[in-house]
């Protein structure tokens, strides 16, 4: 089985001129170099990644699907300015993010520009003007439901929302990215309609389980592999599925509720507190839960792509689910 850090590497290599092709000199510099930073900086550059596989993995060309990889490229750079903005971070990737740099106005602009040059690469499509019409379908439908997700994040900001909503903000905010990736680029390889939906839900799975545990590293996870406290997600409240059940699971022992909501969403809280709810969640079974909901969504979305010929481009793709929720950073 191919090793998915591995082909990301290789492949984000392969990616690094294109993505830094697209953007000239061209005035005012400011705004260019502001635009440039983010996708310059390198990264795993999984969704580009998934982009090319897919377009192999029903036995297209793959350099075809390159500017596919580009754009989507730039639409989630795009989304990284704006989030950095609205919450407030000063950092990325261990640099200043883009508004600490250059100033708000510059952020708002290079985030518009990454994302109008996401859709001028995508019409210079090299493929007949129907797969180009689907892959720019599916592109601009992520980009309506990313604005959804992001704005139900907004509105869940301090609240305790159900499971149902939190796994509906993430498919908007995480997964249907990946899948426009993934469903694009099986478009650009000349794939029917029934194996690109297929592929994309493959993606909108894989991208859930992905987030999941992300969320699951957010508690759990060695702050010296991650790189972040594993106290900040309960210090802020951050509603995942690990809470919901939590609270779901402790209805009937409303001592114990009372102390878990006493410590979550409190920025003053010490260690030993987020440290006691955390023993709370594990005791809860809310860890283990969301540690096999995210195993399933990954054993699902392997599941819907299981008819395609065996060959490297489906072997990452199964090795890229796996690796959603095997991750150590």
């Known amino acids: 089985m191919i090793d998915a850090k591995e082909y990301l590497k290789k492949t984000s290599a392969e990616l690094d001129g294109p993505i830094k092709s697209y953007i000239g000199n061209e005035e005012p510099s400011n705004l260019m170099e502001a635009s440039k930073q983010y996708p310059y900086r390198g990264g795993k550059r999984m969704r580009p990644a998934m982009a090319v596989a897919c377009c192999g993995a029903v036995g297209g060309d793959k350099s075809k699907a390159v500017p596919l990889a580009v754009a989507v490229e730039y639409i989630h750079n795009f989304t990284l300015v704006h989030d950095d903005l609205m919450d407030g971070d000063e950092a990325r990737r261990g640099m200043p993010t883009i508004h600490v740099t250059y100033g708000m106005p510059t952020a708002v602009l290079a985030g518009d520009a990454l994302f109008a040059k996401a859709f001028q690469i995508i019409c210079d499509l090299d493929v007949p003007a129907d797969r180009m019409r689907d892959a720019l379908r599916y592109v601009s439908q992520a980009v309506w439901d990313l604005a959804r997700g992001q704005?139900?994040?907004?509105?869940?900001?301090?609240?305790?929302?159900?499971?149902?909503?939190?796994?509906?903000?993430?498919?908007?905010?995480?997964?249907?990215?990946?899948?426009?990736?993934?469903?694009?680029?099986?478009?650009?390889?000349?794939?029917?309609?029934?194996?690109?939906?297929?592929?994309?839900?493959?993606?909108?799975?894989?991208?859930?389980?992905?987030?999941?545990?992300?969320?699951?590293?957010?508690?759990?996870g060695d702050p010296a592999k991650t790189g972040k406290s594993n106290s900040n997600d309960i210090r802020k409240g951050k509603c995942t599925v690990m809470v919901t059940h939590t609270i779901a699971a402790l209805k009937d022992q409303p001592a114990k509720l009372d102390e878990f909501k006493s410590i979550l969403g409190r920025m003053d809280a010490t260690e030993e507190e987020c440290a006691r709810a955390k023993q709370i969640m594990i005791d809860a079974g809310s860890i283990d839960y969301a540690m096999d909901m995210a195993r399933q969504k990954v054993e699902g979305a392997i599941e819907r792509i299981s008819f395609l010929p065996d060959g490297e481009d489906k072997e990452f793709m199964v090795s890229l689910a796996r690796y959603a929720i095997d991750r150590e950073l």
């Open 151 to 220: 704005q139900m994040d907004v509105n869940n900001e301090g609240q305790i929302v159900s499971e149902e909503v939190y796994l509906e903000t993430i498919k908007l905010k995480t997964s249907v990215l990946f899948a426009a990736a993934a469903a694009g680029g099986a478009v650009i390889g000349g794939a029917d309609a029934k194996t690109v939906e297929a592929i994309h839900d493959y993606a909108i799975e894989t991208g859930l389980g992905f987030q999941i545990f992300d969320d699951y590293l957010g508690i759990m």
